[in-house]
């Protein structure tokens, strides 16, 4: 019985902590990037653990597509031509919904990070590998990948990010005189 109100007070307390970080993306990011760093860093001077690392990036590419898909997107049916979004004027507007929020993206890539640093002090699991090959295999994957989203982004005309996009200033409405 103990035992389970351990485990209550410790998810309030977790579930406190992400409700008082979830507004400060910046911060955040900041934090995982300095983190990131922090394990790149030591895997560089320990000249070791190359496999985790790999296994690291391709968790987070893998999140990455996850974040710039939308949720309605079907692209392993390319072929079928059947666009998702609307591609009409007539189409009823249908908001960018990704199929991973930023806040899971963040979340998800911080605790695989910690879970990454915390793997590089465990000698067992440093598996002797030419790191070269990783590297190599990383950067085709990667450009294969990104290669087939771009090209789906193109084909649906889409842009998951809010650079480049028109904003409305609030209160003000176009043909309206106050």
């Given at each position: 019985?103990?035992?389970s ?6 998810r309030?307390y977790?579930q406190?902590?992400v409700d ?13 990037s300095?983190?990131l ?12 653990y190359?496999?985790i690392?790999y296994?690291?990036?391709i ?5 990455f ?25 007539s189409n ?29 002090f ?8 030419f ?11 990667f ?9 789906h ?10 650079f ?15």
């Open positions: 019985m103990e035992e109100g351990f485990k209550e007070r410790l309030i977790i406190t902590y008082r970080i979830t507004p400060h993306m910046k911060k955040r990011w900041l934090i995982t300095i983190l760093f922090f394990f790149f860093q030591r895997v560089i001077s320990l000249k070791g190359y496999v690392a296994c690291l990036s968790y987070i590419l893998n999140l597509l996850r974040f710039l898909t939308p949720i309605m997107s079907d692209m392993e049916d390319e072929e079928s031509d059947n666009p998702v979004l609307p591609m009409r004027e009823e507007f249908k908001p960018f919904l990704r199929k991973l929020n930023e806040f899971s993206f963040w979340k998800n890539t911080f605790i695989g990070t910690v879970i990454s640093v915390y793997c590089t465990i000698e067992s699991l440093d598996i002797e590998v790191w070269p090959v990783l590297v190599v295999y990383f950067i085709i994957l450009v294969a990948t990104m290669r087939r989203q771009i090209a982004m193109y084909k649906h005309g889409y842009i998951p990010f809010d480049g996009k028109t904003t409305y200033q609030s209160g003000k409405l176009r043909g309206r005189e106050d």
